[in-house]
Nanobody, 128 residues
Framework: QVQLVESGGGLVQAGGSLRLSCAVS?????????LAWFRQAPGKEREFVAA????????YYTDSVKGRFTISRDNAKNAVYLQMNSLKPEDTAVYYC????????????????????WGQGTQVTVSS
């Protein structure tokens, strides 16, 4: 049984930082071609945040987080991370880790339907 478990969310003031982690179990980490982070704010649809390729370590970000967020992975720990700096109140959302088995370019897989596996989410709240 594949599990993606997020952690690291919390309450932070605007301008602060958080680091989200996603631990992958039940499936060889390397079998995920793409790992990504999405987020969903209250009353809004789930939206793409960032993705990282397994084979090339290429990354891709939505425009609103470029220069502030960094996605990375640690194959030895079967984990993917999202370092979030200079947080803004509009970053407040539940953040989800997602995995895709089959190859696509990181810039071409940004829809929720592109991903096969999902975590349960972790809440990030940024106060002004």
């Amino acid at each position: 049984q594949v599990q993606l478990v997020e952690s690291g969310g919390g309450l932070v003031q605007a301008g602060g930082s958080l680091r989200l982690s996603c631990a992958v179990s039940g499936r060889t980490f390397s079998s995920f071609a793409i790992l990504a982070w999405f987020r969903q704010a209250p009353g809004k649809e789930r939206e793409f945040v960032a993705a990282i390729s397994r084979s090339t370590s290429n990354t891709y970000y939505t425009d609103s987080v470029k220069g502030r967020f960094t996605i990375s992975r640690d194959n030895a720990k079967n984990a993917v991370y999202l370092q979030m700096n200079s947080l803004k109140p509009e970053d407040t959302a539940v953040y989800y880790c997602a995995g895709r088995r089959y190859y696509c370019s990181v810039s071409g897989c940004y829809e929720t339907l592109d991903y096969d596996y999902w975590g349960q989410g972790t809440q990030v709240t940024v106060s002004s």
